[in-house]
């Protein structure tokens, strides 16, 4: 039997599950999050192209475009990631019965990118009316003096199919990196050793980068212009997602040895045990407030009456915004995702005693720890370095207030998605294996 | 004074509803702990209700009928959050795998139950290096259960399920992950440390080997107790009056405990000396293994 005829057959038997709904809802997610910031670019080009703006800014605001594009393109791959995991969590036991049934390892790997497909297939879908049904309201948003009208923010087709394309790559991509890393033998999976450290070489690469951009931008010891400064401030964020994960590392370290409190242990060694991915599920908005914080200050630099700043602004904080909704989507469901993980472990702290509250709140302290420090370190990296420009922006402070209610507002509704987890908590921790 | 002893009176239990429930527990009674403290082997093939009477009995499933009755308590009739509770701070668990959580190392893993009774950490983490290195693990606090063999992991586990000075041990195939060899001494070294310790133990095997190292074995056939043979004359102590209670002074493992050190060895049952022929009986097995791993 073919693995897609076993594939259909399971399926059917199985009918869809919670974790498939959470991954379709991811990849819906990821699907319009996408398509809206494509959306974006694309009004921004069609405005360039018809001369209704002036041709220097219109080149310039299109290039900011692409940038905030690419901001959030981490958190689309690391929200399809999520999707992948939930896809195929809880098949490994189905699969190593499968392998011990006589399916070769081929066969089951198949099986379980199928299943990341057809959740990915069904999530696109969704994510592309997701997206049709906000542009009016993105439309609403005034850039370059105007609103945007919805066709200048309906790419053309084959945008919206080379995205979808996208997506599926990054599902299909994604499920053989996840099965790459868990080899599913007959007998089930390998047990975890610790994680490798993260080397302190991420510091010098930041700490350069902080160099560059003081020396060339603040204090103008060489005069390169506005794209190179933009682009070293390009730089510098991307630096900071190098730095982010070894902060996160080391607070995590800090608050292990110092917890008294077991579930603040228990998240602090969870997270200690993959920085890395702790710093996945917030790096994407700690990008987005670090880049808000320097576009926030452009309205202050140019007094609060240039439209160039005014949409620098307006972009800072409508890209912390999807930046927000896509790190409260992927907290929720990475965290959903990381409880079906770790169903014996819950399983088996429940039977020794372990109260409900206290495996909850590990959960929350799991998400919380890593989004202050990146987030947190984040807005305080920012703020040092406008720091300068501190008579400037202190006279017009409208955009950086803005900045920073967008910056606790992304905090506060990634903490609340991550609550969608805890009713998982009790659900798994609870169930027994028949007798 | 608090006494061991856990009764259980006509327990029935019924997974699923309707046409499709499946009787897993039918009419059981029984008591652990009655003269003292004891190792009870549950037998049955699969599907005949062993988990599921020890998960009755550990509180961890409330019956469908029936009483369990623990130091003047019923398990059945308490909610659920109370009999979470009652587990952390009366009884110890060890299981055949995946109990240990990977993140933590071996002495935060010990040290979690006492922390989590609100204990500080610092004396949590005290009495669990204690406890480790009694158990021949003093070289390893650090590690996580994912750098542990399968042996040492148990030997962390039960160190675990000791620490909270609990009166019951329940064990679940507690060596069906392992090798003859290693799985004998993990059991040697449950029995003896568990009744050194003043507790009974309670553990479910297949493995009919496991069970004669118990002093007494019960069991089970479709949800009904079939038979509960108990090693007599032999070496269990079958009375043990002063046992029957919980000692006033037992270390963390007991392994100090004069009545323990000494009741073991004087009453080798026919499980235990069957146990010693190949690992020595529970106690001097326990020391010799711990002996033999540094």
Same mark, same amino acid.
């Given at each position: ?14 009918? =869809? ?156 991509? $994604? ?10 033998? =007959? ?112 309205? $202050? ?26 790190? $409260? ?93 805890? =009713? ?12 | ?76 009739? /308490? ?107 993990? /059991? ?66 007991? /392994? ?39």
């Amino acid at each position: 039997m073919t693995a897609l005829r076993l594939w259909a057959r399971l399926a059917r038997a199985t009918g =869809p599950r919670a974790t498939d709904v959470l991954s379709a809802i991811a990849f819906a997610f990821a699907t319009a999050a996408l398509l809206a910031v494509l959306g974006g670019v694309n009004a921004f080009r069609m405005r360039l192209e018809s001369g209704a703006v002036d041709r220097f800014d219109g080149e310039f605001v299109l290039t900011l475009a692409f940038v905030a594009a690419a901001l959030l393109l981490p958190a689309v791959w690391t929200l399809a990631q999520a999707a992948v995991r939930l896809a195929i969590a809880r098949r490994d036991d189905r699969l190593a019965a499968l392998r011990l049934a006589g399916a070769t390892r081929g066969q089951v790997s198949a099986m379980a990118v199928l299943d990341a497909l057809a959740q990915a297939v069904v999530g696109v879908a969704i994510g592309a009316l997701l997206a049709l049904a906000v542009t009016p309201l993105i439309a609403r948003i005034e850039f370059q003096g105007m609103p945007f009208t919805v066709a200048e923010l309906l790419p053309p087709a084959w945008v919206w199919l080379a995205a979808a394309g996208a997506v599926l790559a990054v599902a299909l991509g $994604a499920a053989l990196a996840s099965l790459r890393r868990v080899h599913v033998t =007959p007998l089930g999976v390998a047990q975890r050793v610790r994680g490798k450290r993260l080397s302190l070489w991420r510091i010098l690469v930041f700490v350069a980068a902080a160099a560059a951009y003081v020396a060339i931008v603040v204090y103008d010891v060489v005069d390169l212009g506005i794209a190179f400064s933009i682009a070293l401030i390009a730089v510098f964020v991307l630096a900071y997602t190098f730095l982010g994960p070894l902060i996160i590392q080391g607070v995590a370290w800090l608050v292990a040895k110092g917890a008294r409190r077991p579930a603040t242990l228990l998240a602090a060694r969870r997270v200690l045990d993959d920085p890395r991915g702790a710093f996945n599920i917030v790096g994407a908005m700690a990008i987005a407030v670090l880049a808000g914080g320097f576009a926030s200050l452009a309205p $202050a630099t140019a007094g609060g009456a240039d439209q160039m700043s005014t949409d620098m602004a307006t972009g800072a904080a409508l890209t912390i915004a999807i930046a927000g909704v896509l790190g $409260a989507v992927l907290a929720g469901i990475a965290q959903s995702a990381k409880v079906l993980d770790q169903r014996r472990e819950h399983r088996a702290m429940h039977r020794m005693g372990v109260e409900l509250p206290v495996m909850r709140a590990a959960i929350v302290r799991q998400v919380a720890l890593p989004l202050l420090v990146a987030v947190g370190g984040a807005a305080a990296a920012a703020l040092l370095l406008i720091l300068p420009t501190f008579l400037w922006w202190i006279q017009t402070p409208g955009s950086i207030v803005m900045w920073a209610l967008m910056a606790v507002g992304a905090v506060g509704l990634t903490l609340a998605a991550t609550a969608c987890a805890l =009713p998982l908590v009790r659900r798994v921790a609870t169930e027994l294996a028949a007798a | 004074m608090q006494t061991n002893r856990l009764d259980a009176q006509r327990l029935t239990h019924t997974y699923g509803e309707g046409n499709s429930a499946a009787p897993a527990l039918a009419d059981v009674s029984l008591t652990i702990g009655a003269d003292g403290p004891e190792a009870v082997a549950i037998m049955g093939p699969s599907g005949s209700g062993k988990s599921t009477l020890l998960h009755v009995l550990a509180g961890i499933i409330a019956p469908a009928d029936g009483r369990i009755v623990w130091r003047g308590r019923d398990l059945a009739t /308490m909610r659920d959050g109370e009999r979470t509770r009652l587990r952390r701070s009366d009884f110890g668990f060890v299981f055949q795998s995946g109990q240990l959580l990977p993140e933590l190392p071996a002495i935060e893993n010990v040290a979690l139950p006492l922390m989590l009774g609100g204990g500080s950490r610092s004396a949590a983490e005290a009495q669990a290096g204690t406890l480790l290195h009694r158990l021949g693990l003093g070289g390893m606090l650090a590690r996580r259960p994912g750098e542990l063999s399968g042996g040492q992991a148990q030997r962390v586990a039960i160190a675990r399920a000791l620490v909270g000075q609990p009166g019951i041990v329940f064990a679940d195939e507690p060596t069906g992950a392992l090798d003859r060899s290693t799985g004998d001494a993990v /059991m040697s070294l449950l029995i003896g440390a568990t009744l050194g310790h003043g507790a009974s133990l309670v553990v479910v095997t297949h493995d009919p080997e496991v069970a004669a190292m118990c002093s007494r074995v019960v069991r089970l056939q479709d949800g009904r107790i079939v038979s509960d043979e108990r090693a007599a004359g032999e070496g269990w102590p079958q009375t043990t009056p002063a046992g029957a209670e919980r000692p006033a002074a037992t270390t963390p493992l007991g /392994m100090g405990v004069p009545a323990a050190q000494a009741a073991l060895p004087q009453h080798p049952s026919y499980g235990a000396a069957r146990a010693e022929q190949r690992v020595g009986n529970p106690m001097t097995a326990q020391q010799g293994w711990i002996e033999a791993s540094r």
